[in-house]
C-alpha cells in the first residue's frame, strides 16, 4: 500500500476552495408526485423530460453499485469517460506547471485533454511486447506530475497490462494512477475494483459504450475514493448526465442476463476470428486480444485498408501509431458482419 498519500496535496488550490454550484434539484432532492414544484424555472407541463434530471444519477448509480461490488459514494457519472478524464485534469493539474504520464501506443485522447488544459504530456513508450517500462516511467516523474494514465486492455494493442507492472507503478507513485478499462468485459483478468480500498491513488474508469453497448447516449463511469469523487463533485457541471441516459442506462444495466449473452457471443466471435485470420496470407502477425478487437500486423496497412473500403467494410489503420507499423484494427462484429470481413481479406 503507497505510503503517506494525501490527495489533498494533488488537489489544484483553486478547487480546493471552491464552493461548487448548488442547483435546485441539489437542494430538494425527493421526487415525490405529492410536491409542486416551482423552484427551477421549468415548464410545468408534463413532456416527461420537463424536469431536470437527478444531478447525482442516484437510481442508476445504485444499481451499478451493486453490479461493482462498490458504494455509490466511489462513484462518479459523466457525458462519456472523455468528460470524466477531462475533471481528472481540471481538478488536479495545475495548467502550464502540472504534467501527467502516458503510454503510447494508447487512447489518444490523454494527450488531446493534457493538451486542452495546457498540461506537459510526457510519452514513455510501451515495450515491445505493449507492457509499461516501469522503470522508464517512475524515473520520468517528477514533484509535478500528477497523473499516469494505464489503458487496460489497452486500445489499440488489445492486451492488459500484467498485475506485477501496475501493482508496482500503484505503489511507488505518489500521485494518481489512473486505468482506462474501457474493454475489461471482454478481458479474463478481474477488474481492478476489487483493489480500490487497498490504493487511495487508484482511478478507474470505464464505459457503458462497449459491452453495454449503449456509445450513443454517452455515459462514462470512474471510481475512485470517497475522497476523490467529492472533488470532483466539486466541478462536474450540475446536471452532465441527462434523463434520457439515465433512463436507457438503468434499463440496460438492469438487463445483465442479455449484456452477458451479447458478451458472450463477442468473445465466441473474437475466438473464431483469430483461426479465420491465420489463414490470411497478408497478415505477418496477430496479437493477442483481451478486448472486442484484434490488432493485425500485414505487410501494407495502409493498401490493405484502401482494399477493405472498397469492398464496404470500415476498419481502423493504426500503422501511424508508435510501434504499430503496419497494422490494421479489426472491432469484432456480429456472425454476419465477421463472415464479410473473413470473406473479403482472403479474397485480396
Known sequence: MIKNFNINSLVRENVAGLKPYSSARDEYKSTGSEMVFLDANENPFQTDVNRYPDPQQRSL????????????????????SDEVLDLLFRAFCEPAKDNVITLPPTYGMYKVLANINNIENREILLTADFEPNVARILEATDEQTKMIFLCSPNNPTGNSFSEENITEILQDF??????????????AKESWLLQLKKYPNLVITQTLSKAYGMAGIRLGTCYASEEIIQILNKIKPPYNVNELTQQRALERVLNQDKINSEVSDILSERQRLFKELDEVKFIEKIYTSDANFILLKVDNATRRYDELISKGLVIRNRTTQPLCENTLRFTVGTKEENNKLIEALKSL
Not at 178 to 183: G, H, L, R, S
Request: cysteine-free.
Open 174 to 187: 505518489n500521485g494518481l494512477v489512473v486505468i482506462d478499462e474501457a474493454y475489461i468485459d471482454f478481458s
Open 61 to 80: 448509480k445504485s444499481e451499478l453499485a451493486k453490479i461493482k461490488g462498490v458504494d455509490t459514494s466511489n462513484i462518479l457519472l459523466g457525458n462519456g
